[in-house]
């Protein structure tokens, strides 16, 4: 075992501290020079297997831990588990780091100590931007919601919620004006909005699914391209991955936790981004 870094004397600094765990050697070291090359400051704890990175959490604060899937002596689920049950720390995000997220994600594998995911095919300096967004924040995060909610009382929630974090929120109450916003855009060689944050029971004839079905195949927008997060109250996971193999990036169940909602929001909005620009740079 390496030996740990003294992550006590770094308590009274405003230094992030970032824990990366991940049982291949050449990985760990990729990520904490992306992260010190994009992060100026950060303090990068690189732990191997997860009883390593339990005592690391042991000796002191951390801001933000990533963690691969398999570990040489746990799954990274069993590693979110152990951190959520013994750190005196309230909240901390657990991020996972995988090639094989999105498998795990229709079949519902993920569990709740889990606060987000990354796909590793994005690269490294996607995921250093991303880290950044939890450790270094903003104070505004700008991009454009097009907020699909039926219920005025919840949308005025949802939507100050959203404007906390410097976000506009195009508001509309069935799928029918969603995708006529969508749909007037697209003729203007526009996507219209960023994301998509929709509820799945909405009064009128047509469900957050058929909104999602139809950005995905009639309007022809790809998860990269035009990202969904679905709202919904059914916990039963054979309906929530059934939205998630229809397209949805990713589900939120009510009722809404404002952090939960507001980090895999901007996660998206960042993932979706990124992708954009790829696409741009890419194109003859």
Partial sequence: MSTKPALTRHL???????????????????????????????????????????????????DFVTTALRL??????????????????????????????????????LSDDVTDYFDKSLGFLALAEFIRGYVQPTESTPGEVLYVEDSRVVALATRRMLEKHGLTVLHVISVEDALAMLETAQSMDRIGADIVLTDVNLKGELTGGDLLERIRHQLGYGKGHLPVIVMTGDDNPDNQAALLRAGANDLVEKPIEERLLVTKLLFQLRVGRHLRARATTAAP
């Fill in 12 to 62: 009274s600094s405003d230094e992030p501290r970032v824990l990366v765990v991940d049982g291949s050697r050449v990985v760990r070291r990729l990520i904490e020079q992306m992260l010190k090359s994009h992060l100026p400051g950060v303090i990068v704890l690189a732990c191997e297997t997860g009883a390593e990175a339990v005592a690391q959490l042991s000796e002191g604060v951390v």
């Fill in 72 to 109: 040489p002596d746990m799954d990274g689920l069993e590693l979110a588990r152990q951190i959520r049950e013994n750190s005196p720390q309230a909240y901390m995000p657990i991020v996972v780091v995988s090639g094989d997220v999105q498998e795990r994600l229709v079949t519902r594998s």
